[in-house]
């Protein structure tokens, strides 16, 4: 791993202009060279199996981020480091072209930022994500996308072809309705309005979205669900779901301090409920409890975004990304088939558990 002595700077850019205060922490970019590209996910939780990460760390610098714990395993901190010491895969996509040429390889979904956002300011610059997609484009490989980042909309281009054979899903993330709050817990991400401008810019392409409120943080975002899914809703998203906070490790130390220092009269509201969702801890590691809650208080969130999930008009939610239906003149391949099944099968096991807590219907 090789530390650039002068890194770019992340909004320098004719694709990406200054949005927000500026960073509290001097940007160190480390150059490496991926033995690979495509990771393996082994949780249930997600609903897909490939993923593509071209950086590591993240300059959105989301307090509640759950990838901060993996810059440990860099000798680099959870904290500061993860937002301003970024690694950056600069052979990314010429490994990802080489494992898809693979005989093994069947043309399983690929999902981007499963870990780290792949549209963060650096993308400007090194444009890694795009030529990955590129490279996904050109073997009509099923994607999926998962950014805060008004950024997405400059590959549009190339998402089109992919949409045209129901081979594309781009989720963006907003989690909260107010400017001002957003900007206090995720400092450097660009606006909600902004984001949902991307999210009617994409639908305009005819390329499928999904509105992501995640984090649900109780106490702080969750009375913001019905405004976030009607606005969304207007702007073209297909889809929409929701999942609860994750504070693994030394990521509950970094919200709690961003959380007392912007919200002092919140805090301590906010922190007891979450571990009312949690039996009393910060945080579970069993699959199928990371990212959803239990108890009364969750139930009444849950319902709250089933009942405007309806009002606006978006179907239950799915486990992973939706990838919609091919048109005739392009069929499903057997593998997206299959993976299509497994997402329903997931959805239905998800949605009638939490059914069963709430004791009414969620279809």
Request: net charge positive; aromatic share 8%; proline share 8%.
């Amino acid at each position: 791993m090789r530390r650039v002595s002068n890194p770019p700077n992340p909004f320098q850019h004719a694709e990406l202009e200054w949005d927000g205060p500026a960073p509290p922490a001097e940007l160190e970019v480390y150059e490496e060279r991926a033995r690979s590209a495509l990771t393996k996910n082994k949780s249930p939780d997600v609903g897909f199996v490939y993923g593509v990460n071209p950086y590591r760390g993240c300059f959105h610098a989301c307090a509640y981020c759950y990838a901060r714990t993996t810059h440990q395993y860099l000798d680099f901190g959870a904290g500061t480091d993860f937002d301003r010491r970024i690694v950056v895969k600069t052979n990314a996509a010429a490994q990802l072209a080489r494992e898809l040429k693979r005989k093994s390889w069947r043309g399983d979904l690929i999902v981007f930022s499963g870990n780290t956002d792949c549209y963060q300011p650096l993308e400007a610059h090194y444009r890694l994500t795009r030529a990955c997609l590129e490279v996904c484009r050109d073997r009509a490989n099923p994607v999926g996308i998962i950014t805060k980042s008004k950024l997405v909309t400059r590959d549009i281009d190339v998402l089109k072809p992919l949409a045209e054979q129901g081979r594309c899903n781009v989720t963006i993330s907003v989690p909260f309705a107010d400017a001002n709050m957003a900007r206090a817990i995720e400092p450097f991400v660009c606006s909600p309005e902004k984001r949902l401008r991307a999210i009617a810019q994409l639908s305009e392409a005819g390329i499928s979205t999904t509105i992501s409120l995640a984090p649900i943080i109780p106490g702080l975002n969750d009375s913001q669900i019905p405004e976030i899914l009607e606005r969304a809703k207007d702007a073209g998203a297909q889809q929409a779901f929701m999942t609860l906070i994750r504070l693994p490790g030394e990521v509950a130390q970094v919200f709690e301090q961003r959380l007392r220092a912007a919200f002092p009269d919140r805090a301590n509201k906010v922190m007891n409920a979450i571990r009312s969702m949690r039996r009393g801890s910060i945080y579970r590691s069993e699959f199928g409890a990371r990212m959803r809650g239990e108890g009364p208080r969750w139930n009444a969130i849950a319902a709250l975004f089933d009942t405007h999930r309806k009002r606006v008009g978006f179907p239950p939610p799915q486990n992973g990304p939706v990838l919609p239906q091919p048109p005739a003149s392009q069929p499903a391949t057997k593998q997206s088939t299959t993976n299509q099944s497994i997402q329903a099968k997931r959805q239905l096991e998800l949605f009638d558990d939490i059914s069963r807590q709430c004791g009414q219907s969620f279809t």
